[in-house]
């Protein structure tokens, strides 16, 4: 078939409570789940005034990041970007990047090209 369609929600794994995250954020990778082949595509939703406790550089994938609930900042580099609904921030996949949400939390759609599987993310705790 050449479609696949699927709720971000309801058939996509949320990955937080792996990492011990759920209280404050939901993370559904639909990569895999959407047989994407040429990009990533992922469902991001942060608790009102939640700092994620990390960030993150990819080795080849660049990324896309959409508002689209709420709002954040995004630290991006050395520079803090403030977000609001429908505002996308594109990020170089080298960049160091990390989201706080603002006070009634955040929903973020991420679209991260070309699709690179596990392995191209580095984690940069406590950044």
């Known amino acids: 078939m ?4 699927l709720n971000l929600r309801n058939d996509v794994e949320d990955q937080a409570p ?4 759920e209280e404050n954020l939901e993370a559904r990778m639909a990569r895999v789940p959407l047989e994407l082949r040429q990009s990533g595509l992922s469902y991001q939703r942060l608790g009102p005034n939640y700092r994620l406790p990390f960030g993150h550089t990819h080795r080849t ?3 896309v ?3 689209i609930g709420g709002s954040a900042r995004a630290k991006v580099g050395e520079e803090v970007v403030e977000l609001g609904v429908l505002d996308a921030l594109r990020v170089d996949n080298d960049t160091p990047r990390s989201f706080e949400a603002g006070p009634e939390g955040a929903e973020l759609l991420v679209v991260g090209a070309p699709s690179t599987g596990p ?9």
Request: aromatic share 18%; glycine share 14%; no cysteine.
């Open 2 to 5: 050449g479609y696949t369609k």
């Open 18 to 21: 792996k990492f011990g995250l």
């Open 61 to 63: 994938q660049e990324e």
């Open 65 to 67: 990041y959409v508002v």
């Open 119 to 127: 392995g191209d993310a580095e984690v940069l705790q406590s950044w």
